[in-house]
């Protein structure tokens, strides 16, 4: 009969694409590793890896045979969780994927803080892109996001966490610089910095102005560039002209001198909803409780409040 820890072997050996590495990373030695997953292909009567070929590839039958291990491993830890979910325990492992325009501002806000108030919850972070996070999150490689939305997404939870207000970055010799506030139609100019594709706070962008990729053929930006990094675009602004849109804790972390060019909108504020988001009901719902409080108690005040404005949709 196969064991857990021949799974755990056949999936390290995927993953690492190598018997060695392999084995060091699950703390045994290679021989063992070997023996233990040819006796595992013995059981089965197949042949899971192709050892003629470098780097180490599974056959067909073996990728199959390695998807649904990878489904028993994860249906079996949670076993734990559910013990400490009826102790009432905030102990564990809770993994965790961000959206890179919140990540540098939102995760220095809370993560000493929930390390002092839960010292046995072990947060494994990773930044994702949006739809990253979803297909992680239906594989369970993942036990939650954060991320904007509404993503209308069939079987993940939604649960809003707070509200970041849209406004306009400026460069100081730009038309933008002489007014207090913005209108959205004033948006439709080409001369604005974009989100590379991906990037759910650039659809947003796009919902607001407008845009239409045919208005950067008549910009007046020196070159066509769209970024990854909401820092970049910063940078961008200030040195070759032109406008951007950031969310506001990506604006607190701003100097005072480079918050002078941070223009709001006439209208109704655009805002964007952040949540925390899982594919279901589970063990670890202590331990996702325990981050969304955490998140809501060190985020600003301020940001709590949905009705100060209008959430803008992306997909």
């Not at 930044?127 to 036990?143: A, G, N, R, V, Y």
């Not at 100019?189 to 045919?214: E, T, V």
């Not at 040195?239 to 604006?251: H, N, Q």
């Not at 988001?277 to 331990?287: D, E, I, M, P």
Request: proline share 5%; charged share 25%.
């Amino acid at each position: 009969m196969m064991t857990i820890t021949q799974l755990e072997y056949i999936v390290a050996v995927d993953q690492y694409q190598n018997f060695s590495i392999a084995a060091e990373k699950c703390n045994v030695t290679q021989p063992t590793l070997s023996m233990q997953i040819k006796k595992l292909e013995d059981i089965l009567d197949v042949v899971i890896f192709d050892r003629g070929k470098q780097p180490i590839i599974p056959t067909e039958i073996g990728k199959k045979i390695i998807e649904q291990g990878k489904v028993i491993l994860s249906e079996a830890k949670k076993v734990n969780d559910i013990i400490l979910q009826h102790k009432g325990e905030i102990n564990g492992e809770l993994k965790v994927g961000i959206i890179p325009t919140l990540a540098p501002y939102l995760l220095p806000l809370f993560a000493g803080s929930i390390s002092k108030k839960y010292p046995n919850l072990q947060l494994t972070v990773k930044e994702l892109q949006t739809e990253e996070i979803i297909q992680h999150l239906h594989k369970d490689l993942i036990d939650v996001g954060l991320l904007v939305t509404p993503i209308n997404e069939k079987g993940i939870t939604e649960r809003p966490l707070f509200y970041e207000e849209i406004l306009v970055y400026t460069n100081p010799e730009y038309k933008f610089e002489k007014q207090l506030e913005v209108s959205l139609a004033d948006l439709t100019s080409p001369d604005i910095w974009l989100l590379s594709a991906g990037h759910c706070f650039r659809d947003q962008m796009i919902n607001l102005c407008s845009y239409q990729s045919k208005n950067k053929m008549n910009s007046n930006l020196p070159i066509s560039y769209e970024s990854g990094s909401l820092e970049t675009l910063i940078r961008l602004v200030d040195k070759e002209g032109g406008f951007t849109l950031l969310p506001e804790l990506a604006v607190d972390e701003l100097s005072e001198d480079a918050q002078e060019h941070i223009r709001t909108f006439t209208e109704e504020r655009p805002m964007r909803e952040v949540s925390i988001v899982h594919a279901r009901n589970f063990a670890k719902a202590s331990l996702i409780d325990a981050l969304s409080k955490t998140i809501q108690e060190c985020v600003p005040k301020e940001l709590l409040t949905r009705d100060r404005g209008n959430v803008v949709e992306w997909r």
